[in-house]
């Protein structure tokens, strides 16, 4: 696991500066262009995060384009910290409030000894108020843990395994011979073993490697805010504490 905790404080370089400001998809919210221009022009801190592979590294805003908004990495980093086509989560402070973004990498620039590797990502729809630790994503330690079940299209209920969860979102495997398209609205339904409870919630495909999919859970998202159903709250806490309690050592005699 990359964890990077050394704050080597960096100045723009220059392919950064050489990113304007620019018109950005009309996906994105005005008010989400408007905080990353802001970010940018102030060179605001930030933490990316990418749990597929565990990484969690300071950067600082950077630049913004038509399509993605570029961060420089303020400790080393390449692509195999920050893959290409996963998903990133980006927490920063704008106007004394915390913000948090999910993004897709585009890319990594390599850095050298002087200057510093440069991330790209997609210009996110959206940009939400809080707490950054509610987007952490819990791994799923046995399948028994959280029984879950995509509705196609079709109608039918495919039994799939859950990878690892998130107030937002969760990351799925698909059975062999079974595909979801990319920007695909689907029902998810998962099983809470210890409240004995199960849920179902509307879900996006967002990404795929192979065959896993990373699902985001629209429902969550409220004028800016995330605020996930207790349901869902309280399923992501109960996996949470199993996966402290295994990380742990049991210090009783």
């Known amino acids: 696991m990359a964890w990077f905790k050394r704050d080597d404080a960096s100045t723009a370089n220059a392919a950064a500066a050489a990113a304007p400001v620019a018109e950005a998809p009309e996906t994105a919210a005005p008010d989400a262009l408007a905080v990353l221009a802001d970010c940018c022009r102030t060179h605001t801190r930030a933490v990316v995060a990418c749990f597929d592979v565990g990484t969690i590294a300071p950067a600082r805003f950077a630049g913004l384009t038509e399509r993605d908004v570029l961060l420089e990495m303020t400790v080393p980093a390449d692509d195999g910290d920050l893959p290409p086509l996963s998903l990133a989560t980006v927490s920063f402070s704008h106007q004394r409030r915390v913000r948090v973004f999910l993004a897709t990498i585009a890319d ?99 990404r795929r490697d192979g065959r896993k999919y990373g699902l985001f859970f629209p429902a969550v998202l409220k004028d800016g805010e995330i605020e996930p159903p207790p349901a869902l709250r309280g399923l992501v806490s109960d996996l949470e504490s199993e996966w402290l309690r295994r990380r742990v050592p049991d210090t009783e005699p």
């Open 108 to 206: 990594i620039a390599p850095g050298s000894p002087t200057t510093p590797a440069v991330l790209r990502l997609r210009i996110p729809g959206e940009i939400a108020g809080a707490d950054p630790r509610q987007i952490y994503r819990v791994p799923i330690l046995r399948e028994s843990a959280l029984p879950a079940w995509v509705a196609t299209g079709d109608g039918r209920m495919l039994a799939v395994r859950a990878v690892n969860i998130s107030v937002a979102g969760i990351l799925v495997e698909m059975p062999a011979g079974q595909e979801l398209e990319i920007g695909e609205r689907l029902a998810l339904r998962l099983v809470d073993p210890e409240r004995r409870t199960h849920m179902e919630i509307e879900a996006i495909v967002r």
